[in-house]
């Protein structure tokens, strides 16, 4: 386990027995962990993490994982709250789960996603989705779900903890990141994963990601470490070489190798811990 700054080693013990405690009013299907004052961040059948941070008047549970268990439930047993809920992308292992909620926040050029994935009947049967991922007329129906949007500067007050939004579009034209400067900490959704996929059809091209890279190196001064949606925390000097690995990329120093997944196939670069999955036709902004 990596222990982040302001959490001694001596409070492990007590924080492994509150975990345990909150772990059994879950559905087995997460794991839930404290892993700083006020964080703590709920897996998902070992596949995404989701965050969920604690301030004095409310909580902010950050994405909402693939939809396979009662994730309100997790939440209420740890925290009896007024509940904010953010999706820092729209994809379904990141907005799954929204049908249990009434209101969620996210960026406005993810709606579209938000809604298609936010769906019980869509999450329980794929099939209802045709050919080209859209929710049929008979599944949107279902939806009572209200979106509230995001954008780049937005400050998420608990009462005592401010998380400020930051627009980082690479993965998803509006993914973005939270940040909570007094604790030194960044939640990057899919952004600053061990492998960012940038092959998907809707993905920004790979110079925009780099961009969005490099406005978070600008300012890592305000962070110590990163808490991916997949994998574990890093450290925010990850970030240099994802910019680094994108620049390969951009000048043809690394062509890639062939990847392949459930989602199509894209080319792969590493540069020490950093992969990034690419579109080799979709890697410059339009002029």
């Not at 996210?106 to 996603?113: I, K, S």
């Amino acid at each position: 386990m990596v222990v982040l700054s302001g959490c001694p080693d001596s409070q492990s013990g007590e924080k492994d027995k509150q975990s345990a405690e909150k772990n059994a009013g879950c559905d087995t299907v997460y794991v839930i962990k404290q892993i700083n004052e006020g964080i703590w961040v709920i897996n998902e059948n070992g596949g995404v993490n989701m965050y969920l941070v604690i301030g004095e008047d409310s909580a902010l549970l950050i994405d909402t994982g693939f939809g396979t268990g009662n994730l309100l439930g997790c939440v209420k047993s740890v925290t009896d709250l007024p509940l904010i809920v953010v999706n820092t992308h729209g994809y379904p292992d990141h907005a799954g789960t929204n049908y249990q909620f009434k209101e969620v926040w996210a960026h406005p050029l993810d709606f579209e996603a938000v809604r298609q994935f936010s769906n019980l009947e869509v999450v329980e049967n794929q099939d209802n989705t045709n050919s080209t991922g859209e929710v049929t007329d008979d599944k949107e129906e279902h939806s009572s779900l209200i979106l509230l949007p995001l954008e780049n500067g937005y400050i998420l007050n608990l009462g005592d903890r401010n998380l400020e939004v930051i627009e980082v579009p690479g993965h998803t034209p509006g993914s973005i990141c939270l940040l909570d400067s007094d604790h030194k900490i960044l939640f990057t959704g899919d952004n600053n994963n061990v492998i960012v996929w940038l092959f998907l059809e809707g993905c920004a091209p790979l110079e925009t990601y780099m961009q969005s890279l490099e406005k978070l190196q600008q300012r890592s001064d305000e962070f110590d470490m990163i808490m991916p949606g997949h994998g574990s925390p890093l450290e925010r000097d990850f970030i240099d070489e994802q910019i680094i690995c994108a620049k390969n990329i951009l000048d043809g120093s690394c062509k890639g190798e062939l990847y392949e997944s459930f989602a199509g196939e894209g080319r792969i670069c590493y540069y020490e811990r950093a992969g990034i999955v690419f579109n080799p036709d979709n890697l410059f902004n339009d002029k």
